[in-house]
């Protein structure tokens, strides 16, 4: 098992993984995992057994804006079509 990154490494970075998302963002990995799997949180992967790879800023920015979009009572389906205008 590899050691975490520090936080200091974390914010000093381009790419963080999900797990490091989790930490930035306060979400719950199920709930980041969601997001990704309906494509509404890109990601980059080289090669399909890697580690998913988040672009930070982006990325921490785009999951505030969808939180801030589900509190306000917005469906999923509306975030998304949103995202793709």
């Not at 974390?10 to 199920?30: F, M």
């Not at 980059?44 to 921490?60: D, W």
Request: net charge positive; aromatic share 8%.
């Amino acid at each position: 098992m590899s050691r975490q990154r520090t936080m200091e490494k974390i914010l000093a970075s381009e790419y963080v993984t999900i797990g490091e998302l989790v930490r930035l963002t306060g979400c719950r990995y199920s709930t980041l995992k969601f997001y990704t799997e309906e494509g509404m949180l890109p990601f980059m992967q080289e090669e399909q057994n890697l580690t998913r790879r988040y672009r930070r800023e982006e990325s921490v920015e785009r999951v505030e804006w969808i939180r801030s979009k589900r509190e306000a009572g917005m469906t999923v389906p509306k975030i998304k079509e949103m995202l793709n205008l």
